[in-house]
């Protein structure tokens, strides 16, 4: 069996956040109990809890080539035909982007398509492509 990724999140809102990954990423809920629902993100399990004084936790931020990139994030690495597709849907939607749809680092191993969005609750996606067997690359792309 391949491994799962599982993170778990703090939302101050789960209609906020269920409305965001259902209906704005197109993910699937799972589980549901007081408190918390489970997210089939894009294969791998996300849990939104409850907690609004987690959720409003300061950020910070990183450089990262040539602007800047909110410190805590999580998110998927896509294949360019579903990061474009991604990119359409969240256009679409009139969606904020935190980090607006671009290539980074061209010419660089880390050369990839990127954007970053918020969820609406605290916690900021990030959409990435670039060749799976270049994520963690050290040379030329």
């Known amino acids: 069996m391949e491994a799962l990724f599982h993170l778990s999140i703090p939302v101050d809102n789960l209609d906020r956040a269920k409305a965001f990954y259902v209906d704005t990423l197109g993910c699937a809920v799972g589980r549901e109990t007081k408190g918390r629902f489970d997210i089939n993100f894009f294969g791998h399990h996300i849990v939104a809890h409850f907690s609004p004084r987690e959720a409003g936790r300061e950020n910070g931020i990183i450089p990262s080539d040539g602007t800047v990139a909110p410190l805590r994030h999580f998110g998927a690495i896509l294949p360019l035909n579903q990061w474009k597709a991604m990119e359409n849907r969240l256009t679409a939607r009139k969606s904020k982007f ?17 954007m970053m969005l918020e969820d609406g609750c605290g916690n900021v996606v990030e959409f990435k492509s670039q060749p799976f067997e270049r994520v963690f690359a050290t040379g030329a792309p």
């Open 98 to 114: 935190t980090l607006t749809p671009r290539l980074s680092f061209a010419g660089k191993p880390a050369e990839q398509h990127i």
